[in-house]
């Protein structure tokens, strides 16, 4: 029943290593976002992705790259990973730009 | 610029009301939002604010908005253990990214 699901919760690997976050949503919204919170809470957006295209891209590296194989997935790839990549990241969706957005339950991601 | 500001801690007696107050310096967004987190949770959409309403009330909650200050306030009525989170209001400032607050830590006193 979880309307936008993530996976793993937890992600635990050493710096240089490269792996992927993924995030599911049934609720047949159009759009979805990528977000990353730091450890003082700070939440700052990273993609927006409408319909399978990318519409933001908030200058985030580009060792990170989102990919949307279709309007109800948005995964997260990250390459070659740093101390500074740890954080949780939360992946939302919406029905469409300007509408209110919904989250999951995020994916702690911690560089050994 | 696109700036949203919150204080960072609140502590309330249980049963009292606690408000939450939150400033931007943009006002072109469509919705305003606030958002709750639990320790080691994910965001919960709490409730949100169409820009030309100046009032919503949802059973406990009650979300008042001044556009002329640029205030947005989350007043939460009898304030029970379970209200304990980091409460985080967000505007989208007319575009499709939402902007967050730094967070406020809502602390339960018994």
């Known amino acids: 029943d979880t309307a936008v699901s993530q996976t793993p919760k937890y992600l635990v690997t050493q710096m240089g290593n490269d792996k992927s976050i993924k995030c599911e949503q049934n609720?047949?919204?159009?759009?979805m976002y990528w977000y990353k919170q730091d450890s003082k809470k700070f939440l700052k957006i990273m993609f927006s992705?409408?319909?399978?295209?990318?519409?933001i891209n908030e200058t985030v590296p580009n060792r990170f790259s989102p990919k949307s194989p279709d309007k109800a997935h948005l995964n997260l790839h990250i390459n070659s990973l740093e101390l500074g990549d740890s954080a949780v990241y939360f992946c939302?969706?919406?029905?469409?730009?300007?509408?209110?957005?919904?989250f999951g339950d995020g994916t702690r991601l911690s560089i050994l | 610029g696109e700036d949203v500001e919150q204080s960072l801690f609140l502590s309330v007696r249980e049963g009292d009301s606690s408000v939450i107050n939150c400033t931007y310096t943009?006002?072109?967004?469509?919705?305003l939002y606030w958002y709750k987190q639990e320790p080691g949770a994910g965001l919960q959409l709490l409730t949100y604010?169409?820009?030309?309403?100046d009032m919503k009330q949802d059973q406990r909650l009650t979300v008042l908005l001044n556009k002329k200050d640029k205030h947005l306030s989350l007043r939460i009525a009898d304030t029970q253990t379970g209200d304990s989170a980091i409460y985080f209001c967000?505007?989208?400032?007319?575009?499709?990214?939402?902007?967050f607050g730094t967070g406020t830590r809502l602390t339960i006193i018994p």
């Open positions: 939302a969706s919406s029905p469409g730009s300007n509408q209110p957005q919904h």
């Open positions: 604010i169409f820009s030309n309403m």
């Open positions: 609720l047949g919204h159009d759009t």
């Open positions: 943009d006002s072109s967004s469509t919705y």
């Open positions: 992705y409408n319909n399978k295209e990318l519409i």
């Open positions: 967000a505007e989208n400032f007319g575009n499709e990214k939402l902007t």
